[in-house]
Nanobody, 117 residues
Framework: QVQLVESGGGLVQPGGSLRLSCATS????????MGWYRQAPGKQREWVATLTSGGSTNYADSVKGRFTISRDNAKNTVYLQMNSLKPEDTAVYYC???????????WGQGTQVTVSS
């Protein structure tokens, strides 16, 4: 019931910044929480950040202080601002939504982030 479309990925040099967007087909008010995950080649998907409907945020230690998850309710969009990017941040980044009305999460298709000089 929830469609998620990520965008904003690309190639950036170490120390640079990117802002990922996750546009939702439903109002963010209907979503209990949203998160960003990433998966590097040959690695398991890992949690990056979470934003609850109440505005609380949590971050993985690996990105704490560098990444910020936020939302624009008018645009039904969640963002991941990524600063001070490192090569180890290279991965496909996925948006996840947990609606109030569903027991199962919804995932976006992913957007590639490559950090390289």
């Amino acid at each position: 019931q929830v469609q998620l479309v990520e965008s904003g990925g690309g190639l950036v040099q170490p120390g640079g910044s990117l802002r990922l967007s996750c546009a939702t087909s439903r109002s963010i008010f209907s979503i209990k929480s949203m998160g960003w995950y990433r998966q590097a080649p040959g690695k398991q998907r890992e949690w990056v950040a979470t934003l609850t409907s109440g505005g609380s945020t949590n971050y993985a230690d690996s990105v704490k202080g560098r990444f910020t998850i936020s939302r624009d309710n008018a645009k039904n969009t969640v963002y991941l601002q990524m600063n001070s990017l490192k090569p180890e941040d290279t991965a496909v980044y996925y948006c996840k939504a947990d609606p109030y009305y569903s027991a199962s999460p919804y995932w976006g298709q992913g957007t590639q982030v490559t950090v390289s000089s």
